[in-house]
């Protein structure tokens, strides 16, 4: 492990997470497979309880690095912990080439799933069940995260999506999906039906299956996945308005387990920034709590 910032100091706080950026071999891409990680302080491999552990995406044409270099997570997750509202927690920010799914680039939701949380568990004391997972991101990786929490409702315990990229029917004509290698076919032209196929309307009707109680039932196998949603009310994709109609989609489904909040802003990390202490406030009432239910 080789640190990429050291010990991050904050004037007034002696506890300082660690942050390191590492690599595997991915079966699945046939390639390494980055991301950066960061340690809480004192993290300790023989600790008696496994860590919580967010999964944290970056957006379209981003990287691992974004969300130590531009979105202020070590911080954030320093200030937080030494506050007391998150449990000391292990953050993982991976890097994929695609808008994490399997598109016409990489399989990068497979490599996510296959990859990615077997090598987390297997090298790190992080938890390995429902209620000590979270996913979290911003733009193409909120809509990512809001994905793998509707695919895979038994594997998260919380989501969060800032700025999601979650567009119904279809992204705007700026949206950098339209000319992103994801969804771009043999002919270089954007994949409409490859889109429709991936985004959250497509997972909907199976996610409201698997966590609505059937009759006779006080409740579901899996419990729903309590989702935090972002957007800034000037966004130039129109994400407020898309913002809403996922929450609306999510809400019909689990009523009171959506929290949508706006800021001043456009789709920028002042926006994202200034979003993420709320959703990782509203994602550990779930992460690592007693109101996480299921041990996928």
């Known amino acids: ?128 069940t429902r209620p000590l997972r979270g996913v979290a991101g911003l733009s193409a990786g909120g809509y990512g995260a809001v994905n793998f929490a509707l695919e895979r409702p038994d594997m998260f315990a919380a989501a969060a999506a800032l700025s999601p990229a979650s567009y119904v029917p279809v992204p705007p004509s700026n949206s950098s999906a339209n000319r992103h290698p994801a969804f771009l076919n043999e002919q270089g032209q954007f994949d409409r039906a490859l889109w429709e196929q991936l985004n959250y309307t497509a997972h909907l009707e199976r996610y409201r299956l698997q966590v609505t109680p059937r009759p006779n039932a006080e409740q579901s196998d899996i419990p729903p996945v309590p ?30 387990q959506v929290r949508l909040d706006l800021y001043p802003g456009g789709h920028t990390w002042r926006v994202w920034r200034a979003s993420l202490p709320a959703a990782l406030n509203f994602m550990f009432q779930y992460v690592g709590s007693t109101n996480a239910t299921g041990d996928g």
Do not use: C, K
């Open 227 to 256: 989702l935090y949603i972002s957007a800034g009310r000037s966004d130039e994709y129109d994400a407020e308005f898309h913002a809403r109609q996922l929450r609306q989609a999510i809400e019909r489904i689990q009523p009171g």
């Open 1 to 128: 492990m080789f640190s990429l910032f050291g010990w991050l100091a904050l004037s007034n706080i002696a506890l300082a997470g660690d942050v390191s950026r590492e690599q595997f071999f991915s079966s699945t891409l046939g390639d390494d497979y980055p991301y950066t990680l960061y340690l809480p302080d004192s993290y300790d491999t023989a600790a008696t309880s496994p860590y919580p552990v967010i999964y944290l995406l970056h957006g379209s044409f981003g990287n691992e690095r974004d969300w130590v270099t531009r979105g202020n997570l070590p911080q954030v997750a320093d200030r937080l912990i030494e506050a007391g509202h998150l449990p000391p927690a292990v953050f993982v920010m991976p890097g994929s080439r695609s808008w994490w799914v399997d598109g016409h680039n990489e399989a990068a939701r497979s490599a996510f799933f296959n990859d990615l949380l077997p090598h987390i568990e297997a090298t790190y004391h992080v938890g390995a």
